[in-house]
């Protein structure tokens, strides 16, 4: 008979066997032990939800997650979840979700990445809704394009309010500097440890977390990281962390950041801030209606637009970044 339970640290290996038969071949989460254990194994502790035959261990279905606190009642960001048809013919999908749910104690789950063609699946877990990511960006003045391609140039203006940006380079700088008390306000809430071990110490990307100096402190943060394409290069603005209001006053440094790093653009997939603090830092927000390509494939480089859907239980003032979940990790070994 087919189980539904919490995976355990020896089922690690099936499971990444089961990543690569039957999600994709050579996919990095099937085939690179030290990426599977970095995003979902703490202390032993393995998040991953599996349907297993009990009579010979054969997985029909899994779920991946990730807590994004370390205290009771947690958000999650969920990843990769995969059913098979099975002899008992049950929607092992749905059950894993419902097993999800009872079981987890979570207290709002968030999944970015889903397939718009799977929503009215998705919908059947507790009622969630789907959305996507609004896309921005903010050209880098008077360079040639190579990455995205620009069929329509405009850079917005923006003021000089004084803030400015302060690298972070260690977990250490981003605990003593950043009001942490501020940080802690979030929705979702990201722990300290969330962020140290998410950014601080990825085993293969090399992200870059900035301080926003405000008049008043450095009440907000984000993390990037650069993409590299042949010689040309763009900054990506992967998570957020503090006051909505404290973007507004960054595009003046962004136009340093990009000049100083050569970048050709800056963007950011993002959810819950309102345009119009985009709109005073300098983005763009690109619409269907944008005749630039801004890509959102890097490994391999496609040059083409993608929307990012999401979904969520609870989406009253919930924010949402591309940084979530796996949305933002390396797609080869």
């Given at each position: 008979?087919?189980?539904?339970?919490?995976?355990?640290?020896?089922?690690?290996?099936?499971?990444?066997?089961?990543?690569?038969?039957?999600?994709?071949?050579?996919?990095?989460?099937?085939?690179?032990?030290?990426?599977?254990?970095?995003?979902?194994?703490?202390?032993?502790?393995?998040?991953?939800?599996?349907?297993?035959?009990?009579?010979?261990?054969?997985?029909?279905?899994?779920?991946?997650?990730?807590?994004?606190?370390?205290?009771?009642?947690?958000?999650?960001?969920?990843?990769?979840?995969?059913?098979?048809?099975?002899?008992?013919?049950?929607?092992?999908?749905?059950?894993?979700?419902?097993?999800?749910?009872?079981?987890?104690?979570?207290?709002?789950?968030?999944?970015?990445?889903?397939?718009?063609?799977?929503?009215?699946?998705?919908?059947?877990?507790?009622?969630?809704?789907?959305?996507?990511?609004?896309?921005?960006?903010?050209?880098?003045?008077?360079?040639?394009?190579?990455?995205?391609?620009?069929?329509?140039?405009?850079?917005?203006?923006?003021?000089?309010?004084?803030?400015?940006?302060?690298?972070?380079?260690?977990?250490?700088?981003?605990?003593?500097?950043?009001?942490?008390?501020?940080?802690?306000?979030?929705?979702?809430?990201?722990?300290?440890?969330?962020?140290?071990?998410?950014?601080?110490?990825?085993?293969?990307?090399?992200?870059?977390?900035?301080?926003?100096?405000?008049?008043d402190g450095m009440?907000?943060?984000?993390?990037?990281?650069?993409?590299?394409?042949?010689?040309?290069?763009?900054?990506?603005?992967?998570?957020?962390?503090?006051?909505?209001?404290?973007?507004?006053?960054?595009?003046?440094e962004l136009d340093?950041?990009?000049?100083?790093?050569?970048?050709?653009?800056?963007?950011?997939?993002?959810?819950?801030?309102?345009?119009?603090?985009?709109?005073?830092?300098?983005?763009?927000?690109?619409?269907?209606?944008?005749?630039?390509?801004?890509?959102?494939y890097f490994d391999?480089?496609?040059?083409?637009?993608?929307?990012?859907?999401?979904?969520?239980?609870?989406?009253?003032?919930?924010?949402?970044?591309?940084?979530?979940?796996?949305?933002?990790?390396?797609?080869?070994?």
């Open positions: 008979m087919i189980q539904i339970r919490q995976a355990v640290y020896k089922d690690i290996p099936r499971i990444m066997n089961f990543i690569d038969e039957h999600w994709k071949k050579g996919h990095i989460m099937g085939n690179d032990r030290t990426m599977f254990e970095f995003q979902h194994v703490r202390d032993g502790e393995v998040f991953y939800i599996i349907a297993e035959d009990d009579m010979d261990g054969k997985i029909y279905g899994a779920m991946g997650y990730i807590p994004m606190m370390e205290q009771e009642w947690p958000c999650m960001s969920t990843v990769m979840v995969r059913s098979l048809k099975n002899p008992e013919g049950r929607m092992l999908g749905e059950e894993i979700a419902r097993y999800f749910e009872k079981n987890m104690q979570c207290y709002n789950l968030i999944s970015v990445g889903v397939e718009k063609r799977y929503a009215r699946t998705i919908k059947a877990l507790g009622e969630a809704t789907v959305d996507k990511l609004y896309h921005y960006y903010r050209l880098g003045k008077e360079r040639e394009f190579r990455i995205a391609q620009i069929n329509h140039y405009e850079v917005v203006s923006v003021q000089n309010t004084g803030s400015k940006l302060k690298p972070l380079p260690e977990f250490s700088d981003f605990v003593n500097q950043v009001d942490l008390e501020e940080i802690y306000k979030d929705y979702p809430r990201r722990s300290p440890a969330y962020i140290e071990h998410r950014y601080y110490e990825h085993p293969y990307f090399n992200y870059k977390l900035w301080g926003i100096q405000s008049k009440k907000s943060a984000f993390a990037s990281r650069e993409e590299v394409v042949g010689e040309a290069k763009i900054l990506r603005i992967v998570d957020f962390f503090g006051r909505d209001d404290d973007l507004a006053g960054i595009g003046c340093r950041i990009l000049l100083e790093g050569e970048y050709e653009y800056v963007d950011f997939y993002c959810y819950g801030i309102d345009e119009e603090i985009m709109k005073k830092a300098g983005f763009l927000l690109k619409t269907d209606n944008d005749s630039n390509i801004i890509p959102n391999p480089f496609e040059q083409k637009n993608v929307e990012i859907y999401f979904c969520t239980w609870f989406k009253e003032n919930i924010h949402v970044y591309r940084g979530f979940g796996d949305q933002d990790r390396p797609n080869h070994v």
